[in-house]
């Protein structure tokens, strides 16, 4: 069964102190991974769209990387702004439509 | 900017009433989902459509239908809606093969 799992379910950080936040995922085939940040209250904003082992793509004091059977959310210098939760979903080879999506990490970065 | 728009940020209705939450998308998306998400359950697919008048079942779809009589227009429907039906509503629209989606603002709806 295709599933998604991050960890840890909520993590606090200091401003400025650097952590990672973990996704891994069993498909039988991936056609993609997605990070998503979604504030108190409303929709989902996309981050990023990874496609093959070994890509990476930054924003800001966010990059996320992948390997065959997870991605890492890597935030560098937290900012209290970056407080919200992370979610990450993954696109199976053998669906056009579904995304499946992992229960997310609440981030609280303190000042 | 590509924009997906539910029509209603905040809703509160009476058990049994008939409810419809509304969703339109202007970046001409052949797909179009309805979630609900709750705290510990995380996001849990209603109902998605794939073309206009086109409909598949989620995971979660008692309770619920949907209509898309135009593409760009996505409708979901509480028939009778109960207590356990409140939730937050969110809508999304994709283009072909995963590509990823993009969500609405979500709708907070309250059924007393």
């Known amino acids: 069964e295709d599933q998604v799992t991050q960890s840890p379910e909520a993590l606090r950080l200091q401003e400025g102190e650097s952590s990672s936040l973990n996704c891994s995922y069993t498909?039988?085939?991936?056609?993609?991974l997605f990070w998503y940040r979604q504030d108190p209250g409303k929709g989902p904003e996309f981050l990023f769209t990874?496609?093959?082992a070994g890509e990476e793509k930054e924003k800001e004091r966010l990059k996320a990387t992948l390997t065959k059977k997870e991605s890492f959310l890597h935030i560098t210098a937290p900012k209290p702004e970056d407080s919200a939760t992370y979610l990450c979903?993954?696109?199976?080879?053998?669906?056009?439509?579904?995304?499946?999506f992992g229960s997310g990490t609440r981030l609280l970065v303190r000042p | 900017d590509v924009k997906v728009t539910q029509s209603s940020r905040y809703l509160v209705k009476r058990t049994g009433e008939k409810v419809f939450l509304e969703c339109v998308q202007d970046?001409?998306?052949?797909?179009m989902f309805w979630y609900r998400q709750d705290p510990g359950l995380g996001l849990r697919l209603i109902y998605f459509?794939?073309?206009?008048?086109?409909?598949e079942k989620g995971d979660i779809p008692e309770g619920y239908s949907v209509s898309r009589e135009k593409k760009e227009r996505f409708s979901l429907i509480l028939e009778s809606a109960s207590t356990n039906q409140t939730s937050m509503y969110l809508c999304?629209?994709?283009?072909?093969?995963?590509?990823?989606?993009?969500f609405g603002s979500g709708t907070r709806l309250t059924v007393v």
């Open positions: 459509s794939y073309d206009v008048k086109m409909k």
């Open positions: 979903a993954v696109s199976p080879m053998d669906s056009s439509y579904k995304l499946i």
């Open positions: 970046m001409d998306h052949e797909n």
């Open positions: 990874l496609y093959s």
């Open positions: 999304a629209s994709s283009p072909p093969l995963g590509y990823g989606y993009t």
């Open positions: 498909v039988s085939g991936l056609r993609g």
